[in-house]
């Protein structure tokens, strides 16, 4: 067939990157990776639900076109997993049927069928960078992998079956990785290097770094040659690391930096022919150490079956396990020394399964190929070197019998599924009372993942669904069930919709919510709703909201199933009842804080300066407008709101300066604000600290103040040819405007122009009466200025000096409301601009705009394809919940990353436990959920006399703030108090 059907034009501009789309991706792969990306085609062949998996998330990535083939014509049983695919599309080719759909995910990805002989003339191979085999038979692999190795051609290829996996990579030889880990090189402050060369770091700061690791040193004072020099690092403890003989550089005097150096990592993969000789892994779970081999083995005799046959093993079929295992002990006979041990019932397994096709193990291989194939063709992050194979048997249920006749197909959508687990435990699936809580990415994949599964589809079932946000651009690249046109639409409607358009079954199953789980909306999610429901899935995004959700399942006994992710890392975590800890049972470490005079005065890291810019913001747009509308519209604001204030003086004096001084009537005033500003905040106040703190300044121990992690300033010189300085100008302008309600559009630069230079400036003369604070374990002198302000006249004249606000009757400003990613209204603008001045004020490297977006916007890096890995693991574990399970030894959390790339697993911990001592000995209570619950109402004495006879002392009784009953009144007082005669 032509390979030009249904190819969909890139509207993508050569080397464009769309950061509106693109966004949380970019905080995790860079330009550069997203680069490469956009200059790579895939070619992926196979499209059952691994292939549209894989598919899927390298679309969502933005590589430069993706070609698809696979003839075969759909079957009912494909619509077990592959979610592009309909029942009207059964007969049809499975290319041709998934290519539309697929090319919808993003316009700058083309999507097309490649020809009918893609894989018969291997010439054609070449104009792919990559190339992607799902579920293909091992002797074509083969041959397909030796030309793709040969011409430098990544190749992958993946398959899975049932609940069992396989991966193989081979990039080819020499391949370089240019960021094994995708971390950000870390960096620090000299404390001293001594002449042997061993470095400490400052106030025995954690370097971070490891053996063999490269570093480069600036602004070191005494050792000038070793500025800009690159040595390799021998770590001596958590605060020290040697760098060798550094005798030929001089003596160190003081100061200085170190910054990592990320090296390339040079990798030969071996052809697939090679590596089933002697195969390299990369392991999935260290409980399972031994089980690779094996499954290397029984992979190859299945494909041997496969190609006997022309059809995989029959599902539960003993005769057909009995061929696959006695291939296999003939396959392991030929590896001499790496000879595995095959476990028969293993092999059994991976033959009875061998025809399943389940959601969540294609949504999981599926992020992980995808991931790979993105690597090949980006250099980024750490590849799979070179086999990985993953089974999660633990998820098979135990509460159903197995049988050949329960797991044969019954000509449905979810044959693939019955395959595995039969229809007895499909009907337990379809009856499922689910909540999830949130319809973001990690909800978009749960959705797609639970309408394959047909979890809640039967007469019993039910998915409730809620989310508060609506849909915006950023989320078009990893929410993959929303398009451009729901740009602005309620996520959970959205969401909803498409997966009962995957899953006609789901109609009228899906009761979508628009309200945020939380204290103000329990009389939406009331006791009947908790009760209703057999389990919860969280798909949030703060621990806020988590940690509620975890308090209300404990509260009414209900499982839940935790994940999150964080660009390439992602956890899982599963909440038992009576069994596990909850998710509040642990906290994350605190977010990271600057010390304030640091961000006040002595910053020496751009972070200190974005967060300083973002505080800026706030105060200029947002704070000193709602203090100017306080006093507006409150009567008694200066009598009453002042005197709770840190700083009344400043309040005053900032409304004064809003509503008297520099109230602006037209745009050019504003321009006046902006330029005063810049002169206020890069000259004039750097002007003054130094006057403080003069750059020859001694502290009383006599070592130089400007040291160590103070650096020393420079004021800066407006420049209007300048641009960071110019859009410092235009920004703030702007903002001021918008505050005021004036039109700031299409101001020319003239405009500009014209308003700086016939501007004045004042020379500013620096004060002996300013106080600093020097370090945080000052007094902060600004502190004085609050309710104790000693000069009440000055604040009494500044409050005078102001006009009532009944001559300004129904005068307002208007507040700026912060938002990130519109990159029109001058809000990451003037924070970028400020950063990178004041960054320019203490010789700082400055940051561009979306390294600034991410640290003052606090995005959290997302890509598709730790996403959709994530969310197959929580529904392996979600199996189990159906099934029942309820030993804790059942269930697994766990912990991936994909750039190393990583995957552990580990059993989740118990739920704490406690004792006491009852009037039959010894009793033990989960301290998290067990509770004494009554079902009927009963009187204070039966309570105080079921206790008794438990073995408890009730000593005080309340509710709320309310006290019920205590203890400590004496015997006849209770009882005529408490009337418990």
């Not at 789901?506 to 429901?533: A, H, P, S």
């Not at 020319?748 to 106080?771: A, Q």
């Not at 890096?861 to 804790?888: H, Q, R």
């Amino acid at each position: 067939m032509d390979s030009t059907k249904m190819q969909i034009d890139s509207p993508a501009a050569e080397g464009h990157i769309d950061e509106g789309l693109y966004s949380r991706q970019l905080y995790v792969l860079g330009h550069e990776a997203m680069k490469r990306m956009s200059q790579s085609d895939v070619l992926i062949v196979g499209l059952k639900g691994l292939g549209v998996e894989i598919a899927k998330n390298i679309c969502l990535a933005g590589v430069k076109s993706i070609s698809l083939y696979d003839p075969t014509p759909a079957a009912i049983a494909d619509l077990s997993a592959q979610f592009f695919l309909r029942e009207e599309d059964v007969g049809k080719r499975r290319d041709e049927a998934s290519a539309p759909r697929l090319a919808e995910l993003n316009t700058y990805t083309p999507v097309s069928v490649a020809p009918d002989n893609v894989l018969t003339d291997l010439s054609q191979l070449s104009r792919y960078k990559a190339v992607v085999l799902t579920d293909y038979p091992l002797s074509k692999q083969l041959r397909i992998n030796a030309y793709c190795h040969e011409n430098k051609i990544s190749f992958v290829s993946v398959c899975t079956h049932g609940l069992f996996g396989s991966i193989f990579c081979d990039f080819g030889e020499e391949f370089a990785v240019v960021d094994p880990t995708g971390e950000n090189p870390v960096s620090g402050i000299l404390a001293g290097i001594d002449e042997t060369g061993l470095v400490t770091a400052l106030d025995e700061s954690r370097h971070g770094l490891e053996d063999g690791d490269y570093v480069t040193f600036s602004e070191v004072e005494g050792m000038d040659d070793l500025n800009g020099a690159e040595f390799k690092v021998e770590v001596k403890g958590p605060y020290t690391f040697s760098i060798g003989d550094v005798a030929s550089y001089g003596t160190y005097v003081r100061g200085g930096q170190f910054t990592q150096v990320k090296k390339p990592k040079i990798i030969n993969f071996k052809s697939l022919a090679d590596q089933i000789s002697q195969p390299e892994f990369v392991y999935s779970d260290y409980a399972k150490f031994e089980r690779p081999m094996q499954l290397h083995v029984g992979f190859q005799a299945l494909h041997k079956f496969q190609e006997a046959h022309g059809s995989w093993p029959r599902p539960m079929n003993k005769e057909d396990a009995a061929e696959v295992y006695k291939t296999a002990t003939e396959i392991a006979e030929t590896y001499g020394d790496l000879k595995p041990e095959l476990d028969e019932k293993l092999i059994n397994e991976l033959s009875f399964q061998a025809s399943g096709n389940l959601s969540p193990m294609c949504a999981l291989f599926g992020g992980m190929a995808a991931q790979e194939v993105l690597k090949s063709v980006s250099c980024k992050f750490g590849p799979i070197v070179q086999y990985l194979y993953f089974d999660s048997l633990e998820s098979l249920p135990s509460s159903v019998e197995r049988t050949e006749e329960a797991c044969k197909p019954l000509n449905t959508r979810y044959d693939g599924q019955i395959a595995v687990f039969g229809k007895e435990f499909q009907d337990k699936i379809a009856n499922m009372k689910q909540f999830l809580v949130g319809a973001g990415a990690i909800g978009c994949e749960m959705l797609k993942n639970w309408a394959a599964m047909g979890l809640g589809s039967g007469p019993n079932g039910k998915i409730n669904v809620t989310d508060m946000d609506t849909i915006e651009k950023s989320n078009l690249n990893r929410q993959f069930l929303f398009r451009p046109k729901d740009v602005g639409k309620l996520k959970s409607e959205c969401a909803a919709n498409a997966v009962q358009h995957m899953n006609p079954d789901l109609e009228g199953k899906i009761n979508t919510m628009r309200d945020r789980v939380g204290q103000d909306t329990e009389n939406v999610f009331n006791e009947d709703f908790w009760q209703g429901l057999d389990a919860v899935t969280n798909a949030l995004d703060n621990v806020d909201a988590r940690t509620y959700v975890d308090r209300r399942c404990v509260f009414f006994q209900k499982p839940l199933l935790e994940s999150g992710t964080l660009g390439t890392k992602g956890n899982t975590q599963v909440v038992l009842p009576r069994v596990t800890e909850s998710y509040s049972s642990s906290q994350d470490p605190p977010e990271v804080s600057f010390p304030m005079c640091t961000l006040r005065s002595f910053p020496n890291r751009i972070e200190h300066t974005i967060a300083w810019s973002r505080d800026l913001f706030e105060t200029y747009f947002v704070q000193s407008v709602e203090n100017v509308n306080l006093y507006l519209s409150q009567p008694n604001f200066t009598d009453s709101t002042l005197k709770q204030s840190g700083n009344q003086k400043q309040i005053l004096q900032t409304i004064k300066d809003y509503l008297v001084t520099y109230k602006p009537i037209t745009f050019e005033e504003c321009i006046s604000w902006a330029r005063k500003e810049f002169e206020e905040q890069f000259n004039n106040n750097i002007q003054q600290l130094l006057f403080t703190f003069p750059k020859d300044s001694l502290t009383s121990s006599g070592t130089p103040f400007w040291s160590g992690p103070k650096r020393a300033p420079s004021p800066l010189t407006f420049d209007a040819f300048n641009p960071e300085h110019m859009q410092f100008i235009k920004a703030a302008a702007n903002l001021h405007a918008f505050n005021y309600g004036i039109k700031g559009t299409n101001i020319d630069d003239s405009t500009y122009k014209r308003v700086l230079d016939n501007m004045i400036i004042p020379e500013f003369v620096p004060s002996s009466s300013v106080k600093i604070q020097a370090s945080d374990n000052e007094p902060d002198p600004n502190a004085s200025e609050g309710t104790g302000f000693s000069d009440q006249a000055e604040l009494n004249n500044l409050a005078d000096s102001l006009p009532h606000p009944s001559t300004l009757a129904g005068y307002r400003l208007t507040a700026v409301e912060f938002e990130k990613d519109d990159d029109t209204n001058f809000h990451m603008d003037f924070i970028t601009a400020a950063s990178n001045l004041r960054a320019l004020n203490y010789g700082i490297p400055t940051a561009d705009k979306h390294k600034t977006k991410g640290i003052a916007g606090k995005i959290i890096p997302a890509i598709a394809t730790t996403t959709s890995l994530v969310t197959g693991l929580v529904c392996l574990e979600l199996y189990k919940l159906i099934d029942g399970k309820n030993k804790i030894e059942d269930y697994k959390n766990g912990f991936v990353n994909l750039a190393l790339p990583f995957m552990a697993f580990s059993e989740p911990i118990p739920s704490a436990k406690g004792k006491y001592m009852g009037k039959n000995g010894e009793v033990v209570l989960d301290k998290l959920w067990d509770r004494f619950q009554y079902d009927s109402d009963i009187t204070l004495k039966e309570f105080l006399d079921d206790m008794e006879e438990k073995g408890l002392e009730v000593t005080m009784l309340s509710s709320g703030v309310s006290l019920l009953y205590a203890s400590f009144f004496p015997k006849k007082k209770r009882e005529d108090r408490y009337h418990l005669k």
